[in-house]
């Protein structure tokens, strides 16, 4: 079955840096593009990143030159790196894999506090 295992959270203080992981099974993984998605207290969850399946990038303007996305096919992982991390991007961070007929897939999530 499809799942997604995201890992590297934690709490890093203003400034600091983190890199969330996402390892997949249950697909073909370098097929598809992979997203992550955030939610932070009391707010819907949004839109951070995707990478497609050859490697291209989108990011919300929220993190766009703070972020990046990238993939390792071989691992069937996808990385986010988080730089200059704000306390605003608390929040507990998914990735989401879309497949074939439209069904989504979400991992449970890896909680990232910024704080000091």
């Known amino acids: 079955q499809v799942q997604l295992v995201e890992s590297g959270g934690g709490l890093v203080q203003p400034g600091g840096s983190l890199r969330l992981s996402c390892a997949a099974s249950?697909?073909?993984?370098?097929?598809?593009?992979i997203s992550w998605y955030r939610q932070a207290p009391g707010k819907e969850r949004e839109f951070v990143a995707t990478v497609t399946p050859l490697g291209g990038a989108m990011y919300n303007v929220a993190v766009k030159d703070r972020f990046a996305i990238s993939r390792d096919n071989a691992k069937s992982t996808v990385y986010l790196q988080m730089g200059a991390l704000r306390p605003e991007d608390t929040a507990v961070y998914y990735c989401?894999?879309?497949?074939?007929?439209?069904?989504?897939?979400w991992g449970a999530g890896t909680l990232v506090t910024v704080s000091s």
């Open positions: 989401d894999v879309e497949l074939d007929g439209g069904t989504a897939y």
């Open positions: 249950g697909f073909t993984f370098a097929n598809y593009g």
